[in-house]
Nanobody
Framework: VQLQASGGGLVQAGGSLRLSCAASGRTFDTYDMGWFRQAPGKEREFVAAISWSGGNTEYTDYVMGRFTISRDNGKNTVYLQMNSLKPEDTAIYYC????????????????????WGQGTQVTVSS
């Protein structure tokens, strides 16, 4: 399984970025996909996840209403639209694929994901 994340960059507070994660090597449309992030000196944390069908999503509280996760199963790609960015959103963002197919709800725990992309840096200046 290979995950290729892209779309990170430097943006001013209040700005927007759209991250993409292209997947290969696993039947994409049967697995939840998640986004996590890791800031310097901190643990990797959950950001958002989307079910295999795209019908269910989960968000951590501090991105709710600002970030939107979506997927295009025809393109084997998951997206994270990030609006109203804050300096505290600065981190390396990782996409990941859940280890189990056809889950009822997308997973929010790191241990539920078994393949990870290389990460893309997001830096928000104040």
């Amino acid at each position: 399984v290979q995950l290729q994340a892209s779309g990170g960059g430097l943006v001013q507070a209040g700005g927007s970025l759209r991250l993409s994660c292209a997947a290969s090597g696993r039947t994409f449309d049967t697995y939840d996909m998640g986004w996590f992030r890791q800031a310097p000196g901190k643990e990797r944390e959950f950001v958002a996840a989307i079910s295999w069908s795209g019908g269910n999503t989960e968000y951590t509280d501090y991105v709710m209403g600002r970030f939107t996760i979506s997927r295009d199963n025809g393109k084997n790609t998951v997206y994270l639209q990030m609006n109203s960015l804050k300096p505290e959103d600065t981190a390396i963002y990782y996409c990941a694929v859940n280890r189990n197919p056809f889950r009822l709800r997308p997973g929010t725990q790191r241990r539920e994901y078994d393949y990870w992309g290389q990460g893309t840096q997001v830096t928000v200046s104040s």
